[in-house]
T-cell receptor, first 115, second 113 residues
Framework: AQSVTQLGSHVSVSEGALVLLRCNYS??????LFWYVQYPNQGLQLLLK??????LVKGINGFEAEFKKSETSFHLTKPSAHMSDAAEYFC?????????????FGAGTRLFVKA | GAVVSQHPSWVICKSGTSVKIECRSL??????MFWYRQFPKQSLMLMAT?????????EQGVEKDKFLINHASLTLSTLTVTSAHPEDSSFYIC?????????FGPGTRLTVL
């Protein structure tokens, strides 16, 4: 069964520092993997997705993630954090189910950015 | 990208009343929509998959008689929380699939007094 595990419920970085949010997946078949961002009291916005094309995926707002099959990982990175990056980030995997697909979310990681 | 709207964005109701939340795909047709529930500082938990023209598929542990889902058209799914109680207070988010991608609504904050 597909699932995702996000390591670290909270991550704090200084403005301008590297952002690294960790996500590991378990899947019996090649997965579709996603990173979403959620600002307070809002829905989810897609940052990027992996769909078995390039292993290094570039997303919006300067974020990128690398699919590493050998490590079953899909970590999210950004070279230089900005104050506006402070939010909740969710890693997700799409799972095939009866009648189609559904998306399973990790527990989320809250990113804090210090001035 | 595709746009999904939800109405209302927030609602406060008395215990024992029913509340309906609408989810609309604004510029595309969605045969399948999903309803999620999110408690404060927690992840999204899938409640059910809403299929146009047929019964919704509920996740284990979700009471289908309490959370009524109707997907009457290709652009509208509704979630009705029946006989709401304070423990039903939560953030409800819908999403719809288009082009192998899920698009999420802005969410509805339900507070039951």
């Amino acid at each position: 069964a597909q699932s995702v595990t996000q390591l670290g419920s909270h991550v704090s970085v200084s403005e301008g520092a590297l952002v690294l949010l960790r996500c590991n997946y378990s899947s019996s078949v090649p997965p579709y993997l996603f990173w979403y961002v959620q600002y307070p009291n809002q829905g989810l916005q897609l940052l990027l997705k992996y769909t078995s094309a390039a292993t290094l995926v570039k997303g919006i707002n300067g974020f990128e993630a690398e699919f590493k099959k050998s490590e079953t990982s899909f970590h999210l990175t950004k070279p230089s954090a900005h104050m506006s990056d402070a939010a909740e980030y969710f890693c997700a995997v799409t799972k095939r189910s009866t009648g189609g697909f559904k998306t399973i979310f990790g527990a989320g990681t809250r990113l804090f950015v210090k001035a | 990208g595709a746009v999904v709207s939800q109405h209302p964005s927030w609602v406060i109701c008395k215990s024992g009343t029913s509340v309906k939340i609408e989810c609309r795909s604004l510029d595309f047709q969605a045969t399948t929509m999903f309803w999620y529930r999110q408690f404060p500082k927690q992840s999204l938990m899938l409640m059910a998959t809403s299929n146009e023209g047929s019964k919704a598929t509920y996740e284990q542990g979700v009471e289908k008689d309490k959370f009524l889902i109707n997907h009457a058209s290709l652009t509208l799914s509704t979630l009705t929380v029946t006989s709401a109680h304070p423990e039903d207070s939560s953030f409800y988010i819908c999403s719809a699939r288009a082009d192998n991608e899920q698009f999420f609504g802005p969410g509805t904050r339900l507070t039951v007094l």
